[in-house]
């Protein structure tokens, strides 16, 4: 179904007790992007996930996917999306390829069998298919579980959180998937509380903060917003992580151990 907006909210509320945690929350999605949804914790990105996927009910408000409602046909967008949650949801005890079968033939796809190999393909994971999934890495699970997202050809994929404890080399595989994805057209919300994540995959960032969404725009339109900059030089160390990467080979060089850096940019007037 072609809409204007894979994904629209508008006012929603959600309140647990006295507490609020949606205050009239406001998005638009456009078709085949990546809309990252940056908070705190408790901020609300779950629990507006949730109520995006039909597994939890608004208080206020209205809230489309797909084109349709989330309340009155929960039906048809359980049929356009698929949720990737914070953990891989994948069964260890079966290889990389039953898994796939399996929700293949759970949602009823014509021959499965193809379906998985193709996936497997897709997602560099043929050689690791005929292995149970408790000897995979936490990126490979988490491929996987992308994987199982995907069949089916969702218009919509949730990923609340996906790089939740994985380790450096994970995070990028994962990373690479998202970007792939977009390509193909998919449209990502992505939940996430790494900024770098949003700066990396994101068309579009909202920030939730107190139950609203208190901004919105590119990555560039949201910079636009910090306090003009003046110039500075300044000596950069390399961070572990890129130390880290260099070191394991995920960096196209090795990190050295000071470096003057081309000109950098801080807020007018603030502290060094």
Do not use: C
């Amino acid at each position: 179904m072609t809409t204007e907006h894979a994904i629209r909210t508008v006012g929603l509320t959600k309140s647990y007790g006295d507490h609020q945690v949606l205050s009239g929350v406001d998005l638009d999605v456009v078709p085949g992007t990546v809309h990252a949804l940056l908070g705190s914790n408790g901020a609300g990105k779950t629990t507006a996930v949730r109520i995006l996927s039909t597994l939890l009910r608004a208080d206020g408000g209205s809230a489309t996917v797909d084109g349709h409602d989330v309340a009155t046909e929960a039906d048809r967008v359980r049929a356009s999306i698929s949720l990737t949650g914070q953990f891989a949801a994948v069964d260890e005890v079966l290889t990389g390829r039953e898994n796939l079968v399996l929700v293949g033939r759970l949602r009823r796809v014509a021959d499965a069998g193809a379906v998985a190999d193709g996936l497997l393909t897709r997602f560099d994971l043929v050689e690791a298919g005929g292995r149970k999934v408790s000897t995979y890495s936490g990126g490979m699970k988490r491929r996987l579980d992308i994987a199982m997202s995907l069949i089916g050809d969702p218009a919509v994929l949730f990923l609340d959180e996906p790089t939740t404890g994985l380790d450096p080399q994970a995070r990028i595989e994962v990373w690479r998937t998202v970007k792939e994805l977009a390509g193909r057209g998919t449209t990502v919300l992505l939940t996430t509380q790494y900024l770098e994540e949003a700066e990396q995959l994101a068309d579009r960032i909202s920030i939730l903060h107190e139950g609203r969404i208190i901004a919105e725009g590119t990555l560039a339109e949201l910079k636009r917003l910090f306090p003009p900059a003046t110039v500075e030089y300044v000596e950069k160390q390399p961070s572990l992580e890129e130390v880290f990467l260099a070191i394991v080979g995920h960096s196209p060089a090795a990190p050295a151990a000071s470096a003057p850096t081309a000109p950098t940019t801080t807020p007018e007037g603030a502290q060094r």
